[in-house]
């Protein structure tokens, strides 16, 4: 249990596709927002979030691909998400996520 | 905190202080056997609340309307209408503070009554009255929603226009005495993009302000769930199904 301490280390997932007007932006304007939404993720791994990958899971699920970071605290993890969606990545993809905190010793057993 | 969407004439961002956090859940029942779920469970959840309150917790949205409301802890009762059994909405301090209450919730018996879908985010807008509503309701509706594929296609005069549309039918809701507790934003951790929670008078209320809704093609842009309850006291709903004495023999 962590409920004492600031700011725990933060699980935060992240599933995604692309919404259907994604398939008609131009080449030069996907790659454009690309750009903005790795400057956004370079800013989060230079404040401590640390991502252990995007993996491909569209054979099991209605999303794509699922990221897996951690933040350093919660916060943190919906400052990375806002800037997500300030640089309008939530336009064109359709997403849901979950946050966690580590489990100490399992669940309540 | 930015909103994802400006201001309205019905809505305003929260103002003031630090933004608060949000729990959202519904909670299907699971104490299917005697031993699963006992009165022991009961009072260590109602302890964990006490804590939780003592925090700074909110664990009745009757205290977003009214800071002098009684704050005892409830929730909606839904199983009358719904797979899940209850529903409801507490705030706490911060998303850190929301997370490790609800495991804390989880780990003193929570768990062990409830199959439970916890909502974490953040309110973003302030509360609103309705009209002449300034009381108790005894009834709450919940509404989870996100924007659909065409909104997120949609020009930013689109969405403007589409935004006064609905405030149209927010204000019907307003003449139908609802109170708006704001708006809670739940992306940072969840599919569903925002939830709406409405003190209403019962049941009908909500169908008759939800086809006001309708007039105005709130859906278009929008997916939704709607969730509606009687708001009793957490103490009864998490109350166990099963007397503790026959537990011994399982």
Not at chain 2, 50 to 70: H, I, M, S, T
Not at chain 2, 90 to 96: N, T
């Amino acid at each position: 249990m962590s409920e004492h301490t600031t700011s725990p280390t933060c699980a935060w997932i992240h599933y995604a596709r692309p919404r259907p007007h994604w398939y008609l932006v131009a080449e030069a304007d996907k790659a454009a927002l690309k750009a903005d939404w790795a400057k956004v993720e370079d800013k989060a791994r230079a404040a401590g979030a640390v991502c252990t990958g995007t993996y491909h899971i569209r054979g099991q699920h209605d999303f794509e691909t699922v990221s897996v970071w951690t933040f350093p605290g919660s916060q943190a993890a919906y400052e990375h998400w806002q800037a997500l969606v300030e640089a309008r990545y939530s336009e064109f993809f359709a997403f849901t996520n979950n946050i966690g905190l580590e489990v100490a010793g399992g669940s309540d057993g | 905190m930015s909103a994802l969407t400006g201001d309205t004439d019905v809505f305003t961002a929260e103002r003031g202080g630090d933004a608060r956090a949000c729990i959202v859940f519904t909670g299907t029942r699971q104490d299917v056997l005697p031993g699963i779920y006992t009165e022991t469970h009961r009072q260590a959840i109602l302890e964990v609340l006490k804590e939780l309150e003592n925090e700074g917790w909110l664990l009745n949205q009757r205290c977003v309307f009214d800071p002098y409301a009684d704050a005892t802890p409830m929730a909606l009762d839904t199983g009358f209408t719904h797979d899940h059994d209850i529903a409801g909405v507490f705030e706490a301090p911060s998303l850190d503070a929301a997370v490790a209450g609800t495991v804390r919730l989880e780990q003193a018996g929570w768990s062990r009554a409830f199959r439970t879908e916890w909502m974490i985010g953040l309110r973003e807008f302030a509360p609103v009255f309705g009209k002449g509503a300034h009381e108790d309701h005894g009834w709450a509706f919940m509404a989870l929603w996100e924007w659909n594929d065409q909104w997120c296609e949609a020009t930013r005069e689109e969405r403007d226009e589409y935004d006064l549309e609905c405030d149209i039918a927010f204000k019907g809701d307003l003449d139908h005495e609802v109170n708006i507790s704001g708006r809670m934003r739940l992306d940072i951790a969840h599919g569903w993009h925002h939830l709406g929670y409405w003190e209403i008078a019962g049941p009908d209320v909500a169908d008759s302000a939800i086809r006001g809704h309708e007039t105005v093609a709130d859906f278009k842009f929008t997916t939704s769930r709607h969730i509606v309850g009687r708001v009793l006291p957490l103490s009864s709903l998490i109350a166990p199904k099963h007397d503790d004495r026959k537990a011994a023999n399982v």
